[in-house]
């Protein structure tokens, strides 16, 4: 029977695949970032690359590199976006303070922001590379968690087309607001992690 992988646990596939949908969705978000300039526009698809590249990816880099693996889908799905964002905040914030030192008196542009981040991702492939290139997991796979753990992971699958929805709220109609709700939402993420840990201390008390 063929191997269906766990696409919420990329931390966990075989290593050159990993890399292979990694480096695939860097450079697909890069060009898509850069297709403006040349008054090609295709913004569902370009909002959905970005989203999908910017919340997951860092996150699932920097898990291969901690080596942390086999965990249940919603916490691999949590763990990805909160390392994700929290990366890329402390990236911004470098560029924002190195870049003026450097003569970039708009550090924070399109260009700027995208060619550091194709370096910023490059960079923790390498790492992924020599700290994990030769672990493999059956938890990779699809099976029974993905199901049980359905209602987390549905709410997670809302958020890419929310942020889509948001972005042309914002940009037809100049309202931010679900947008602000949907970066409040992942703020919480780490929030919901930490109650459901004891939500299982506390079961495994009761049981005892």
């Known amino acids: 029977m063929r191997r269906v992988l766990n696409p919420f646990k990329l931390q966990d596939w075989p ?81 924002n303070f190195v870049y003026p030192h450097l003569g970039y008196k708009n550090p924070l542009n399109t260009f700027s922001l995208s060619v550091s981040l194709l370096i910023f991702i490059l960079v923790l492939s390498i790492l992924s590379y020599f700290r994990d290139k030769d672990v493999n997991f059956d938890g990779a796979e699809i099976d029974e968690s993905i199901f049980r753990d359905s209602r987390e992971i549905l709410f997670l699958l809302i958020i890419p087309f929310l942020a889509i929805i948001g972005t042309y709220i914002a940009f037809f109609h100049g309202n931010n607001m679900l947008l602000l709700l949907i970066y409040i939402i992942i703020s919480a993420f780490p929030f919901l992690v930490i109650f459901q840990k004891k939500r299982e201390c506390i079961k495994r008390i009761l049981v005892t």
């Open 15 to 95: 290593y050159k695949l990993f890399l292979l949908v990694v480096l695939s969705l860097t450079l697909l978000s890069f060009l898509l970032t850069h297709l403006r300039q040349y008054f090609i526009n295709l913004p569902v698809l370009e909002e959905l690359v970005g989203f999908v590249f910017l919340t997951f990816v860092p996150g699932f880099l920097i898990l291969r590199i901690l080596r942390i693996h086999e965990l249940p889908t919603y916490k691999s799905l949590i763990y990805s976006v909160g390392l994700s964002l929290s990366s890329l905040f402390l990236v911004a914030l470098g560029i």
